[in-house]
């Protein structure tokens, strides 16, 4: 997937060009005159690839790792991080001049067997967690700025989801909402004050039940000085978004 998006992206750069001119600006070089950053999810066994690296590397001014920095990849074991895939991508983004992000640090997906099949108290997954946020982050601290914190916290009936984190009492704090995002937060701060931190979720490009459920999460969190910095949104787009409803529900929503 992630390489039909780099051919893609290509691809599109070269539709709206003059085939002759050799010249033609990239990507990357047309949204930084409209002071844009553009990136893409990078996967670290395609970069010894030179078609895949050489796209990469030419047409996007930022990349973030598509797998290397969830829970399962970076974290395996118990006591043991594998930092060597992310290691390997900063090492790329620093040599085509790239900028890079973090995603993520809690999720409910591919999180380590250990994790999952450890009968740990809620003390001792508590301090997991906040292990596995503060180790990740203060190895990148100054070199990633920009973190995708928690991410797909809410369901698409607009409900807390159901996970590991959030219904084991003492870590997500079951019954009490989005306690144990808020708590994830702070970690990650505390770990780098300088970074920004986001919430990141999909199906959230218009407003409806899930948008309105993260706009409050969110609103709720910042009155409490949650320090939140920002929202993601997993822009999931096709054909179907180009009608006049669904843009103007889009705007409106960004612009709340």
């Not at 997991?128 to 928690?150: N, Q, S």
Request: proline share 4%; net charge neutral; aromatic share 10%.
């Amino acid at each position: 997937m992630v390489t039909t998006t780099l051919l893609a992206c290509a691809l599109g750069v070269a539709a709206i060009a003059d085939p002759k001119d050799k010249a033609m600006d990239t990507l990357r070089a047309l949204a930084a005159k409209r002071g844009i950053t553009v990136g893409t999810c990078v996967s670290t066994r395609f970069l010894t690839e030179e078609p895949y690296a050489k796209l990469a590397g030419e047409q996007f001014s930022l990349l973030e790792p598509e797998n290397e920095l969830k829970f399962g990849s970076v974290h395996p074991e118990q006591g043991k991080y594998d930092f060597a895939p992310v290691d390997a991508q900063w090492d790329f983004a620093q040599k085509h001049k790239m900028k890079m992000r973090g995603h993520t640090l809690v999720w409910h997906n591919q999180v380590a067997n250990w994790v999952r099949a450890g009968k740990y108290t809620p003390e001792q997954l508590n301090q997991i967690l906040k292990d596995h946020i503060f180790t990740v982050m203060r190895r990148y601290a100054g070199k990633i700025r920009d973190w995708d914190v928690v991410n797909e916290a809410v369901a698409d009936d607009a409900k807390m989801r159901s996970d590991l984190w959030y219904d084991k009492p003492g870590i997500g704090f079951a019954g009490q909402g989005h306690k144990y995002i808020e708590q994830a937060f702070r970690w990650a701060h505390e770990a780098d004050p300088k970074a920004r931190l986001f919430y990141n979720d999909y199906s959230i490009e218009w407003i409806g039940p899930k948008s309105d459920a993260v706009y409050a999460m969110l609103k709720d969190m910042l009155a409490h000085k949650v320090p939140v910095h920002g929202m993601g949104m997993q822009c999931h787009m096709d054909f179907q978004f180009d009608n006049d409803g669904a843009i103007k529900s889009f705007r409106e929503n960004i612009r709340r």
